[in-house]
């Protein structure tokens, strides 16, 4: 087994190790007071304090078949697929970019997405207390990492929450209702700031198609016209993750577009 093997599958070990602690974070950081830390992982319903063999990412939901080996509760399949999710990110950053301070930077800006994904699908909210802190580690990012320079990122980062703020507002003098939340408006200047300005046409774009096809599709299911509410977090933070994975790609299509017609 060669080393860049070895390196991967490292990185998925870890990825899935981080899975399981994101997992903590997606349930606790909404409530309020919520600690991360205390206390330790125990059954939701019966309060047990779990053991070690019974808090292995992935293996022990498989090995105690999705139930809780005290009351025999149903375990959410949310925690084998967080943690399978962090641990092919992982992958795909170091994959992508070594071990390097690039895919350090990247790896927490993935974890941070795949937390707020689960967090505004399950309460329509994207917590302050990723996004802001997002924000300003973008742009420290900037400043060490080869992969952005810090005028894009500070670029990116004015105008990711530029531009949601303008859509918002002008749905709100419109409609006279919120439209899109300020969370929304700042996670796309965590975007901005981790992906450089470039990134944001291509974000904006599928992140709208892909939520207006979703959003259509859950107003025919709940019947309830305008009034249907879903989270655009998911969808800004998945074009995000596309762009960072096929960057070179989405340029090409600009490439063949802007060229092509030109």
Not at 148 to 177: D, F, N, R
Not at 220 to 242: E, H
Request: net charge positive; aromatic share 12%; with cysteine.
């Amino acid at each position: 087994m060669d080393a860049s093997t070895l390196t991967l599958l490292f990185a998925l070990l870890f990825g899935a190790i981080i899975g399981s602690f994101l997992n903590v974070v997606i349930l606790r950081l909404p409530s309020e007071n919520g600690s991360i830390v205390f206390p330790a992982s125990h059954c939701p319903r019966c309060q047990t304090t779990l053991s070690w063999y019974e808090n292995i990412p992935i293996i022990s939901y498989l090995v105690l078949r999705g139930q809780c080996c005290h009351c025999h509760e149903k375990i959410s399949p949310q925690y084998p697929i967080v943690e399978l999710c962090m641990a092919l990110l992982t992958a795909a950053v170091v994959h992508r970019f070594g071990l390097t301070i690039t895919a350090a930077g990247y790896f927490l800006f993935c974890a941070a997405l795949l937390v707020i994904i689960w967090i505004d699908v399950q309460h329509q909210i994207i917590p302050d207390d990723i996004s802001v802190p997002g924000i300003l580690l973008g742009l420290i990012f900037s400043l060490v990492s080869p992969a952005i320079s810090w005028q894009s990122s500070l670029i990116g980062l004015l105008l990711g929450g530029g531009v949601l703020y303008a859509i918002a507002l002008i749905y709100y003098l419109w409609k006279k209702q919120e439209g899109m939340g300020g969370g929304d408006i700042k996670l796309l200047a965590m975007i901005g700031a981790f992906l450089g300005w470039q990134a944001l046409p291509f974000v904006i774009f599928a992140s709208s198609f892909s939520g207006s096809i979703i959003g259509i599709l859950a107003m025919i299911k709940q019947k309830k016209g305008g009034k249907t509410r879903i989270p655009f977090g998911p969808f800004l933070s998945i074009a995000a993750l596309v762009y960072l994975f096929f960057t070179e790609q989405v340029n090409q299509i600009y490439r063949f577009y802007l060229i092509g017609n030109f």
